[in-house]
Nanobody, 116 residues
Framework: QVQVVESGGGSVQPGGSLRLSCAAS????????MGWYRQAPGKQREWVAV???????SIANSVKGRFTISRDNAKKSVYLQMNSLRPEDTAVYYC??????????WGQGTQVTVSS
């Protein structure tokens, strides 16, 4: 069994920063891709950023230049540094881990609220 746990959400004013963390644990041989997704109220879940085991990243246009994804393979962890936050970034942020020969696993989500 694989567990994925996010942390680091919270409330911040526009222009502020937050750092999300996500750690995977359990029966894991190798995690191929880790990523962050978000879902705002009344909207579908959308991808934000992903990173491969070799460090290749993809960032959604809506957050490019403001968000940075990084990863620590030894800790089976992924991070999302969010700067210059905007009200439209308000959402529940979910971590995803694509585990080799096992499938996709999701965290429970962490709330990010950007408001003055």
């Amino acid at each position: 069994q694989v567990q994925v746990v996010e942390s680091g959400g919270g409330s911040v004013q526009p222009g502020g920063s937050l750092r999300l963390s996500c750690a995977a644990s359990g029966s894991i041989f190798s995690i191929l891709v880790m990523g962050w997704y978000r879902q705002a109220p009344g909207k579908q879940r959308e991808w934000v950023a992903v990173i491969t085991s070799s460090g290749r990243t993809s960032i959604a246009n809506s957050v490019k230049g403001r968000f940075t994804i990084s990863r620590d393979n030894a800790k089976k962890s992924v991070y999302l540094q969010m700067n210059s936050l905007r009200p439209e970034d308000t959402a529940v942020y979910y971590c995803n881990a694509n585990v080799k020969d096992s499938g996709d696993y999701w965290g429970q989500g962490t709330q990010v609220t950007v408001s003055s």
